[in-house]
């Protein structure tokens, strides 16, 4: 396994086998909540993630025993003008963004509290992994904003909209139990075995072809919320994309030949 950081507070894990790769907020002493430098590194990570054509999966993951990530840093905020907000949106917003676009399947490994911006990186994940101990929520209004990392259009598209508006209204807490049952958290699992689980649901996405992959999260991200003969459309465009790359035909000849496909990733 080698090791990548991003600044002071990401990491960056690429596991020699199965093609996962670890995206770690590591900032413990503040409970990982998310500065204008963090948010600059997790944007970094992101990108270089991206082109990385060896990674098929990524789980994103909290060096914190008790928290993923509480959020925005309001220390620092606290310190700001007008003008440094301003300033730091384009920043804290590539952040999330980062995370949202990375083009391969994405886990989030949640446990402890996942707090505003923390959450709203969870809900930026393809799929969210909980432990018992996870305690999740948008409190945005209870600090005079709203959520400004995709809360509002990612949590209505996981638990519906009636759903999302009471739970950002309130800006009430939700525990793993609960954010199960909503749909918030996809998989719980016992205390501590968030990590475990993400990682081992990452390793089986990654023994897929890594074409199929991004054309397939691609297809799922682009073709939500669209009339089904829009979205449809969308699917036939990623289908052709695939279609006649070398890992089809390596598919398909592993498949008779009853082996292991060798993914060319092309």
């Known amino acids: 396994m080698s090791e990548e950081r991003f600044g002071e507070f990401v990491l960056v894990r690429r596991h020699e086998r199965g093609h996962v790769a670890e995206l ?20 970094g990570a992101c990108a270089a993630l991206g082109e ?11 060096s914190h025993e008790r928290a993923f990530c509480v959020g925005a840093d309001l220390k620092e905020r606290n310190s700001f003008s007008d003008a440094d907000l301003v300033r730091q949106r384009p920043v804290a917003r590539a952040a999330y963004t980062g995370v949202l676009e990375v083009p391969v ?18 809900l930026s994940c393809d799929v969210i992994v909980a432990d018992r101990t996870a305690v999740m929520g948008l409190p945005e209004v209870s600090v005079g904003v709203i959520p400004g990392g995709g809360g509002t259009q990612l949590l209505p598209r996981r638990v519906g909209a009636a ?10 807490r939700v525990e793993a139990g609960e954010a199960r049952e909503l749909g918030l958290v996809d998989v719980l699992v016992d205390e501590g075995r968030d ?10 996405i990654a023994a897929n072809s890594p074409v199929g992959l991004r054309a397939a999260k691609r297809a799922l991200r682009l073709g939500h919320g669209l ?13 052709r994309a695939v279609a006649f790359s070398g890992d089809r035909a390596e598919g398909v000849a592993a498949f008779n030949e009853k082996r292991r496909p060798q993914w060319p990733g092309e």
Not at 24 to 43: F, I, Q
Not at 52 to 62: E, F, G, K
Not at 195 to 204: G, P, Q, S, V
């Open 105 to 122: 399947p994405t886990v989030a490994a949640v446990h402890g509290f996942a707090l505003g911006g923390g959450c709203e990186l969870a």
């Open 227 to 239: 009339d089904l003969a829009a979205g449809l459309e969308v699917e036939d465009a990623a289908w």
């Open 24 to 43: 770690v907020l590591d900032r413990p002493k503040a409970m990982n909540a998310v500065s204008t430098e963090m948010a600059r590194s997790l944007a």
């Open 52 to 62: 990385d054509r060896d990674v098929r999966a990524v789980v994103l993951t909290s």
């Open 195 to 204: 990590r475990e689980e993400a990682l081992a649901m990452a390793t089986r």
């Open 163 to 172: 759903r999302a508006a009471e739970l950002i209204f309130t800006a009430r």
